[in-house]
């Protein structure tokens, strides 16, 4: 009976996950496209990889976003909580406003931010040149295209926020009450108490940003369709023009395969280092 | 610039009313810990106490005005006539209010058709999602059958896999149905349950005493009667937290529509809205109104159930 209630998920997995799967490690051995099916090549694809200029390119993009998106998304993320955390009535409102960006991701916020960043009429751009600096032009330059998405990423962090404040209300006054009287200043109660006790919040944070960050798309593809000069190829952009735009379906299979090592080598990575670094209250470690 | 923010922030206010009870409540959200034991610093510091609280006022308001500010451009923008759009300095109040921008477009482009299409979209993939999900879940937390607790390990573990793999197989397998460039593949895969969502409702339903069920099998109450009458109406909160993000999901989705929609009929909002930019003259103040209409409906469903939202957040992440 128990059977028949997981039968829609067992199904859906057979289908879309497990079969999808192996499909899709067969065509990544074969030289396919929309017409001609699969001739079996082997690993021939995954070596083709290695050869493209532009496969490192959008390795190098995509590496250059998650390093600048996911510290600094982490350091925004925190910075809010804590200021929020201190009893800044009404709570509420403020966590409203700091967590609507969120709310809405996808198209409409590339769409909007592409008008707040316009390089001549854009927000930012006409309050740096009433400050007297010169506005970068985003999107339309290799240098500050990615800059432009991290941007963007980092309003919208506010479930990491949320996350943040959730993990901090959780840490025991007491504690840091105690701290206090020890003689300990607010940084070091921050430092010594509050920080440790998150770490567990902000391993999670950092481990589904860095996965969520080695597969940004939407924004960078309507804003720049990964120009200018491919300055914003993404791993999932070039993933998509391979498969969609030239319809290589062997070849943009063995990408997907080598991003999907890519994701579970840097989250294997983080757990091992978790437990240096994150710390489980009653000593539990991993 | 504050004068525009403040009355976007003081709308927000307003709609936030309902929802300042999400702290008193207390369930499991990060609401304010009211009861929570509070040090009155009453030393010869309170100058110093009171000065540190101005700033960190200060500072918090600084950030809400940055974050709310693109919100409150974009509005701004969106009621803008064209020769008001591309003044230097800008303009946040025009000299004419321009409410065609909000129109308009709709003679261009069929955006009555894009919303009919989302809509579509976004009812079926979720009424899919709280039905298969649902279900799987309440065999996972309420049933005892072989293999369960390696099955479960499964669904988690697929929760890893990037969808990037399954991207083209699923692709050729639809172009096999026939079914690209109709709003199908868009939904039928939902009704097969999704991981994280079975992860979720599970979670709330193991809180459910198990008596309740032993009571009704003794009544004799089938599995079906238990997960209908009983478990379902008990988890409703953890339900509704599903359908907000399989609704959310669904009106944000972009990769999947731009792969499988090829004609602009069938396209839902998420490919209509940028297609203002590129095939006519880019009139902005209509492109910036059309993005207020497409994200009203996620800030309405998040003002209406921010309570459910915020907890299904907090819950999501506290598996980490």
Not at chain 2, 41 to 70: Q, S
Not at chain 2, 213 to 236: C, E, K
């Amino acid at each position: 009976m128990a059977y028949l209630f997981i039968a829609p998920w067992l199904v859906g997995f057979l289908i879309f996950t497990a079969g999808a799967m192996a499909f899709s490690l067969y065509l990544s051995m074969n030289d396919t496209d929309l017409l001609s099916m699969s001739e079996f090549v082997g690993v021939k694809n995954y070596l083709k990889a290695f050869q493209q200029k532009l496969f490192f390119k959008a390795i190098g993009v995509t590496f250059y976003y998650t390093l600048l998106v996911v510290p600094l998304g982490t350091i925004v993320a925190l910075a809010i909580a804590m200021m929020l955390n201190q009893k800044v009535e009404p709570v509420a409102f403020w966590r409203t406003i700091y967590y609507l960006p969120a709310v809405v991701s996808g198209v409409a916020v590339a769409l909007l931010w592409g008008w707040v960043l316009n390089p001549e009429f854009g927000l930012v751009n006409q309050v740096l040149k009433a400050i007297g600096l010169p506005g970068p032009r985003w999107f339309a330059s290799e240098d500050w295209a990615i800059p432009g998405v991290v941007l963007i990423a980092v309003w919208g962090t506010g479930t990491n926020m949320l996350l943040y404040l959730a993990g901090l209300q959780a840490v025991s006054t007491e504690l840091q009450e105690a701290s206090r009287i020890d003689g300990a200043n607010a940084w070091q109660v921050f430092r010594h108490v509050t920080l440790p006790l998150i770490t567990p919040t902000i391993f999670f944070n950092v481990v589904t940003n860095i996965i969520a960050s080695f597969q940004v798309f939407t924004t960078a593809y309507v804003l720049t369709q990964g120009g200018p000069n491919n300055a914003t190829l993404t791993m999932v952009l070039y993933l998509y023009r391979e498969s969609f735009q030239l319809f290589h379906f062997g070849y943009a299979s063995a990408l997907a395969w080598i991003l999907f090592a890519i994701i579970l080598i840097f989250t294997m990575v983080l757990l091992r280092s978790s437990s240096f670094w994150v710390h489980y209250e009653g000593g539990l470690r991993r | 610039m504050t004068q525009s923010s403040g009355t976007v922030m003081a709308s927000a206010a307003v709609a936030n009313l309902p929802g300042t009870g999400l702290g008193a409540s207390g369930s499991a959200g990060v609401g304010v810990p009211h009861g929570a034991p509070y040090v009155a610093r009453r030393r010869p510091l309170r100058f110093g106490y009171y000065l540190g609280r101005l700033v960190l006022y200060g500072i918090v308001l600084a950030g809400a005005i940055t974050y709310a500010m693109p919100f409150v451009w974009m509005l701004s923008t969106a009621v803008k006539p064209g020769y008001q759009v591309y003044l230097i300095p800008p303009v946040w109040f025009p000299e004419t209010y321009q409410w065609s921008n909000f129109w308009v477009p709709w003679g261009n482009l069929p955006f009555a058709q894009f919303y009919a299409n989302t809509s579509l979209v976004t009812f079926f993939s979720v009424t899919g999602t709280l039905v298969s999900s649902s279900l799987v879940a309440f065999a996972f937390a309420r049933m005892r059958f072989r293999g369960r607790d390696r099955l479960f390990l499964l669904v988690l573990s697929t929760m890893m896999l990037p969808n990037q793999v399954t991207l083209v197989p699923l692709y050729l397998l639809f172009t096999k149905l026939g079914w690209i460039n109709s709003l199908l593949p868009l939904i039928v895969p939902h009704w097969f349950g999704s991981a994280f969502h079975i992860f979720l409702l599970r979670q709330y339903m193991m809180s459910i005493p198990l008596e309740l069920d032993d009571a009704a099998r003794i009544d004799g109450a089938s599995w079906i009667d238990i997960y209908w009458r009983i478990t379902v109406p008990l988890a409703r909160p953890a339900m509704g937290v599903v359908s907000i993000f399989a609704f959310t999901a669904s009106w944000n989705d972009y990769l999947y529509p731009l792969i499988y929609l090829n004609e602009t009929k069938n396209f839902t909002i998420a490919l209509g809205l940028p297609l203002l930019s590129s095939r006519y003259v880019t009139e902005i103040q209509q492109t910036m109104a059309q993005t207020v209409l497409a994200i009203l409906p996620l800030i309405l469903v998040f003002f209406l159930a921010q309570r459910y939202y915020i907890q299904g957040v907090v819950v999501s992440g506290v598996k980490g």
